[in-house]
C-alpha cells in the first residue's frame, strides 16, 4: 500500500518493545521537533527568540488493553516503539526512548490517557 498524504486516521498498531497493542479509537500526538522557539520582545520592543532543546514524543490516549501491567511496563529503562498508521502507509519508529507519565483509566470509557514515549531518536517511514 502506498502512503496517503492527505489521509489521516484509520487503525493504528501500537508496539513498545514487547507490549504489541491494538488500540481502538487511538489518539496519538507526535512532536518531533528537537527545539522550541520562544518569541519574546527586548527593552526598545525589538523581537528576540529563545530556542530551547526538547525532547521528541509521542502523546498517547488509547481504550484500555487487556493484561498490561503498568508497574513494570513504567519501568524499562529503554524500549523501541513502532508507531504503524496501516491505512496510510506511515510508520513511526522512536528508538531508544521511554515511557512517562501517570497512566490513568477511566472506568467509564475505558480510555487510559496520561502515557508519553520522550526522550530517544525519532524517525519515519513511508510505504
Same mark, same amino acid.
Given at each position: 500500500?502506498?502512503?496517503? #498524504?492527505?489521509?489521516?486516521?484509520? *487503525?493504528?498498531?501500537?508496539?513498545?518493545?514487547?507490549?504489541?497493542?491494538?488500540? !481502538?479509537?487511538?489518539?496519538?500526538?507526535?512532536?518531533?521537533?528537537?527545539?522550541?522557539?520562544?518569541?519574546?520582545? +527586548?527593552? #526598545? $520592543?525589538?523581537?528576540? /527568540?529563545?530556542?530551547?532543546?526538547?525532547?521528541?514524543?509521542?502523546?498517547?490516549?488509547?481504550? *484500555?488493553?487487556?493484561?498490561? +501491567?503498568? !508497574?513494570?511496563?513504567?519501568?524499562?529503562?529503554?524500549?523501541?516503539? !513502532?508507531?504503524?498508521?496501516? #491505512? +496510510?502507509? *506511515?510508520?513511526?519508529?522512536?528508538?531508544?526512548?521511554?515511557?512517562?507519565?501517570?497512566?490513568?483509566?477511566?472506568?467509564? +470509557?475505558?480510555?487510559? !490517557?496520561?502515557?508519553?514515549?520522550? $526522550? $530517544? *531518536? /525519532?524517525?519515519?517511514?513511508?510505504?
Amino acid at each position: 500500500m502506498g502512503v496517503c #498524504d492527505s489521509q489521516f486516521g484509520g *487503525r493504528i498498531t501500537l508496539q513498545i518493545g514487547a507490549l504489541r497493542v491494538r488500540p !481502538t479509537e487511538a489518539d496519538i500526538k507526535l512532536k518531533t521537533s528537537q527545539v522550541s522557539v520562544e518569541a519574546k520582545a +527586548n527593552q #526598545d $520592543g525589538s523581537a528576540c /527568540y529563545m530556542v530551547k532543546p526538547m525532547l521528541v514524543s509521542a502523546e498517547i490516549t488509547f481504550r *484500555r488493553p487487556a493484561g498490561i +501491567n503498568w !508497574t513494570p511496563t513504567m519501568l524499562l529503562c529503554a524500549v523501541n516503539a !513502532t508507531i504503524v498508521e496501516e #491505512d +496510510n502507509g *506511515r510508520t513511526h519508529l522512536f528508538t531508544n526512548t521511554r515511557m512517562t507519565g501517570d497512566p490513568e483509566e477511566n472506568l467509564s +470509557n475505558g480510555e487510559i !490517557t496520561g502515557l508519553k514515549l520522550e $526522550g $530517544g *531518536r /525519532y524517525s519515519s517511514l513511508s510505504a
